[in-house]
């Protein structure tokens, strides 16, 4: 079936580094693709999306983009701040079951002083 | 914007008693409505899914009669989960998906079962 891979389950960086979490997916034809954020205690939110090969997403300094070639979505940000530190989900919409959202296992970003 | 309101934010209850948790999309129409519960080791298991004037579809592993779904028009849904016990714990998320794709989701309702 679907899924998306994201291979760092930790991040971790100093203020004003680059930022690349990396997400890979499996899915046949053009599935939707998201980026989450989820802070402590409070549920993921929304991102931005892409849906097009070549398509980029992006949202507070963060974006990604959609890559047919290597089935990649990953997210980048040019300079992050302590308050970016939160769990990075990436996520796939099921387009045989268009109202299904596929998560992957998300990257703890710590950004330090 | 697109909101979606879920309460209560946390719960205890007892071993074996129910509660019940309401989803309310705010700013936008929601064609769906998924519940996913979040494990302590954060990976999301989705519950059901549920729209409007369709049946509502439940995954592998959770059933209509252990967590009867709600969702009687596009912007509420509520979720009950019967006779909790411990492996019930978590925090259980509404998600609802708008016309462009996107599912947005509540703050979680944070259930322990004591």
């Known amino acids: 079936g679907d899924s998306v891979t994201q291979t760092e389950g930790q991040v971790a960086l100093s203020e004003e580094d680059f930022l690349t979490i990396h997400c890979n997916y499996s899915a046949s034809g053009y599935p939707a693709l998201f980026w989450y954020v989820q802070y402590p205690g409070e549920g993921p939110q929304f991102l931005f999306r892409?849906?097009?090969?070549?398509e980029k997403g992006s949202s507070r300094g963060f974006e990604a983009t959609y890559d047919k070639g290597t089935t990649s979505f990953h997210l980048r940000k040019a300079s992050v701040q302590e308050s970016d530190s939160a769990v990075y989900y990436c996520?796939?919409?099921?387009?045989?079951?268009?109202?299904?959202?596929?998560f992957g296992k998300g990257t703890h970003l710590h950004v330090l002083p | 914007g697109a909101l979606v309101y879920q309460y209560p934010r946390r719960t205890i209850c007892k071993s074996g008693t129910s509660m019940r948790m309401e989803c309310q999309a705010v700013?936008?129409?929601?064609?769906?409505v998924a519940w996913y519960r979040q494990s302590p080791q954060k990976t999301f298991e989705l519950i059901a899914l549920s729209t409007v004037n369709s049946a509502i579809k439940y995954e592998q592993n959770f059933t209509q009669e252990k967590f009867p779904i709600s969702h009687p028009n596009l912007s509420f849904s509520s979720m009950t989960v019967l006779n909790a016990y411990l492996e019930d714990r978590g925090l259980y998320l509404c998600?609802?998906?708008?016309?462009?794709?996107?599912?947005?989701f509540g703050k979680g309702t944070r259930l322990t079962v004591v």
């Open positions: 700013g936008f129409q929601a064609t769906s």
């Open positions: 998600g609802a998906r708008d016309g462009q794709g996107a599912v947005f």
């Open positions: 892409a849906s097009r090969d070549k």
């Open positions: 996520a796939l919409g099921d387009r045989t079951n268009a109202y299904k959202v596929i």
